[in-house]
């Protein structure tokens, strides 16, 4: 690897990183020497890159520091378009509309040899087939009430024809290739619940914030699924359970 990649790659395994990292860690990750590592950051700090730590402790990357997007390699350039082109077909039409936004704007800044992954990829996923059963919702609504920490007042019908009223806390909106599911805590239930969005009847959009905040929730839910080793894409059975 060439120093100025190898630079460049720090940077971005520090920024990564949600607590401080050893040089030995950053070694074994790069597939490099402790001493080479330690050189590297000297002369990262030595060109002002806010990196604070230590030998034998670790290193952390400041918040806030940023590199040009003309520095995005040719393989995170496909991952781009590979996942802008699955939510085009799969998510909603205001999700679709900005990742098309998304792949202008990164095709207007790259390097002119790199122009052709934007604009004619080598890589892609097939147009969406199926039509979503949820027409009636506002599933653009439903992510920014999960956003703001904002209650919904919603009719359900389960897979064996039960139905219900509640008042759920959202803080997720999980997109499948065939069903768009929302992750809330269910005040009927005291308990995390999963609601497909093809078997709302009804969503009320209350302006009432719940008592958590939605990421205090996600960590739970997610911390939650770890322990059930079922951190693996929703699947849609996993609603019924509501």
């Given at each position: ?7 460049f ?22 597939e ?76 207007a800044?790259v ?24 027409v ?44 768009r599911v929302v ?10 619940r ?33 322990e ?5 894409p ?8 509501a």
């Amino acid at each position: 690897m060439r120093r100025a990649d190898r630079l460049f790659e720090i940077i971005q395994v520090l920024r990564r990183a949600s607590a401080p990292m050893t040089a030995a860690a950053i070694a074994a990750e790069l597939e490099t020497s402790k001493r080479t590592i330690y050189r590297d950051i000297g002369a990262l700090i030595a060109q002002r890159v806010p990196i604070r730590g230590e030998a034998g402790i670790g290193y952390i990357l400041d918040r806030g520091f940023d590199l040009p997007p003309l520095m995005l390699t040719s393989d995170e350039l496909e991952a781009v378009a590979l996942g802008a082109q699955w939510v085009m077909a799969h998510a909603d039409s205001e999700l679709a509309r900005a990742a098309l936004g998304v792949l202008a704007k990164i095709a207007a800044i790259v390097p002119e040899d790199l122009r052709p992954i934007i604009d004619d990829p080598a890589v892609g996923t097939p147009p969406s087939r199926e039509v979503h059963g949820d027409v009636g919702v506002d599933v653009a609504k439903l992510r920014a009430w999960s956003r703001q920490g904002l209650k919904l007042a919603i009719g359900y019908v389960d897979k064996t024809g039960q139905t219900s009223e509640r008042v759920i806390w959202p803080f997720m909106v999980g997109y499948v290739a065939t069903v768009r599911v929302v992750m809330a805590w269910c005040e009927l239930r005291a308990g995390f619940r999963i609601f497909r969005t093809d078997q709302l009847t009804s969503v009320d959009f209350l302006d009432e914030r719940y008592p958590e905040h939605p990421v205090v929730l996600r960590r739970r839910w997610l911390a939650m699924m770890r322990e059930k080793q079922a951190i693996a894409p929703v699947r849609t059975q996993d609603a019924d359970r509501a």
